[in-house]
Structures are given as structure tokens and as C-alpha cells.
């Protein structure tokens, strides 16, 4: 472990290589705490959605119109955490400009942030942990109306997905979860 201030902490298990806002595609894993099974259950190999697994359905459609730059590819929402493929593509063209988010700044706050030294993982709001954590926020907020003990695991896995091959594999993973799930949790 490493030391931030005098205290322990836990190092990044993002790829030290690798900035998170270039432009890529990336499969991502995020669980629920503890492993609870909130969004759904698994009958005959097909998803039932639960009142929270719709709102996670929900949010991540939702991405690309708070984070413009964002395509979706594969995804599934699974009892307890949520497989997707998201594509960073800045050079899409952006039709609104004033899209809503905390984490997307004004204007004139992101020509000073463009101009200034950028920190060595790229902008901090137009990166994929940015996505995720929005991701992350929305669901949580909406699903705390109905269940306030709601909460996700701390981090998430990432994958940076290097060829076309890769993709049609996890692709295919993504697609076929629901139908290789193992029942382990039967509520």
C-alpha cells in the first residue's frame, strides 16, 4: 500500500499507462455493495428487472445526453452489478453545448481548464471515471427514494478493449450473462 498524507491508502488499479479520456472503447463492471442482488433476478436465463434494476437501466441509457462524447454499446443489468461497453469518442460532433451535469463545467471554466497543465490522467470530467461516478450518482439518488439503504461498491473494473476481436468476445459475454448466471443468489 501507499501513503497519501501520513495514511495508508489503496493504489489505483486504474492502468498507469493509460489516460481514461482518450478516446476508446471500454468495458466496464460496476457492483453493488456487499454483492446485494437490488437490481432484479435471474428466471430462465432472462433479467427480471426489479423497480432499482430499472432505474440502472434507466441511467445508463441516459449517459450519452450528460456526457455527449459517450456511445453505448453491449450492456446488461445483472442482479448485482451492471456490465457495459462505453465508448469515448470526442470527436463526434456535440449538438448541445449546455448539457447539465456536475461534472461538466461552464464554458469559460473549461477554456481555463483546457489551457492550464492537465493532470497526468487527462481532464478529470471528460474521462471514463467521470462517467461511471455519474453513472453511479444518478441511480443512487433515485434508488435511495425507494430503498435508502442503497449502495454501490466502492470502485469498479474497467477494461480497455485493444481490437475488434476483444469486442465481439465481450460482447458476446455481456449478451450471454444472464443465461450463464449461477443462481447464487436466490432471493
Known amino acids: 500500500m501507499d501513503f497519501f498524507k501520513n495514511k495508508y491508502r489503496i493504489a489505483s488499479a486504474r492502468a498507469p499507462f493509460w489516460d481514461y479520456s482518450r478516446n476508446a472503447s471500454y468495458f466496464v463492471t460496476i457492483c453493488t455493495k456487499n454483492n446485494k442482488p437490488w437490481f432484479g433476478q435471474i428466471e430462465n436465463g432472462v433479467m427480471q ?34 456490465h457495459g461497453i462505453i465508448k469515448i469518442d470526442k470527436h463526434k460532433p456535440v449538438e448541445t453545448q449546455n448539457v447539465e451535469t456536475q461534472n461538466l463545467a461552464s464554458p469559460m471554466i473549461m477554456e481555463y481548464l483546457t489551457t492550464k497543465p ?51 468476445k465481450i460482447t458476446r459475454y455481456i449478451e450471454n450473462n444472464p443465461q450463464n448466471w449461477d443462481g447464487h443468489f436466490n432471493n
Open 49 to 82: 428487472l426489479s423497480d432499482l434494476g430499472w432505474i440502472a437501466f434507466n441511467c445508463w441509457m441516459g449517459i450519452p445526453q450528460h456526457f455527449p462524447f459517450v456511445e453505448l454499446d453491449a450492456f446488461v443489468i445483472m442482479p448485482d452489478h451492471v
Open 118 to 168: 492537465k493532470n497526468k490522467f487527462g481532464p478529470q470530467s471528460r474521462n471514463l471515471a467521470s462517467v461511471v461516478r455519474g453513472f453511479k450518482i444518478g441511480v443512487s439518488k433515485k434508488s435511495r427514494q425507494l430503498h435508502p439503504d442503497f449502495s454501490w461498491q466502492a470502485r469498479y473494473h474497467d477494461r480497455i478493449i485493444r481490437n475488434w476481436l476483444e469486442h465481439l
